[in-house]
């Protein structure tokens, strides 16, 4: 039997693909002026219309409408994520954004960024249609959120691990849902 087939006439390599790049100076320039007005902030529009039963529709920009519904046993017709899945969505896609703007920032190169989420959600109130009664406000929505990260790179896993860490701490997303914020709603006009 030859051996030729097991004996590589070539050194063997590996071959690493990253993800594609964010532009660093375009990230170091907005990062500057972040500095340069610590108290700038940007508004995000969304015009959302209700389609029926629990289906609805939400505008963003020039985008395709976000489609949201409700699963059978909560009356919608499971066409689309519910709206507690639309939020954590929401939180991990701002998660893969901050470690991959953190991750360029400390000149780290990443293959891969996978978020996993669970959010453990109550609505005893039945949306205030009758349910229970006695709820307030903090007693429904998210009781408790679960977010594991799989991330790889060129860096050690302890790097990895705070580029995560800094990018949780730093989420608009995250901190919109750890902290109160000021919140008004009223009929249109």
Same mark, same amino acid.
């Given at each position: 039997?030859?051996t ?8 063997v390599?590996?071959v690493?693909?990253h ?20 108290a ?8 959302t ?5 629990y ?6 920009g020039n ?18 994520? /519910?709206p507690?899945?639309? $939020? #954590? ?7 893969? &954004?901050?470690i991959?703007a %953190?991750?360029?920032w ?6 891969k ?5 669970e ?5 005893p109130a039945a949306?205030?249609?009758g349910?229970?009664?006695q709820?307030t ?6 009781? /408790?959120?679960?977010?594991? $990260? #799989?991330?790889?790179g060129?860096?050690?896993?302890? &790097?990895?691990?705070e580029i %995560?860490?800094?990018a949780n701490?730093?989420s608009?997303?995250?901190n919109s ?5 000021p ?7």
């Amino acid at each position: 039997m030859s051996t030729d087939l097991l004996e590589p006439s070539a050194p063997v390599t590996t071959v690493h693909t990253h993800l594609r790049p964010i532009d660093r100076d375009g990230l170091m320039a907005f990062a500057d002026k972040g500095r340069n007005n610590p108290a700038s902030r940007g508004t995000n529009k969304v015009h959302t219309v209700m389609e029926g039963q629990y289906r609805s529709l939400s505008y963003v920009g020039n985008h395709a409408p976000v489609v949201v519904d409700e699963p059978l046993h909560l009356f919608g017709q499971d066409t689309a994520p /519910a709206p507690g899945e639309i $939020v #954590l969505s929401g939180l991990g896609g701002c998660l893969v &954004v901050g470690i991959t703007a %953190v991750a360029t920032w400390k000149q780290v190169k990443l293959s891969k960024i996978e978020v996993f989420m669970e959010g453990d959600i109550g609505n005893p109130a039945a949306w205030g249609a009758g349910g229970a009664l006695q709820k307030t406000p903090p007693e429904m929505g998210f009781q /408790a959120i679960r977010v594991k $990260v #799989l991330v790889e790179g060129d860096a050690p896993r302890e &790097v990895l691990d705070e580029i %995560v860490q800094h990018a949780n701490f730093y989420s608009p997303v995250a901190n919109s849902m750890r902290n109160p914020i000021p919140f008004e709603i009223s009929l249109a006009d």
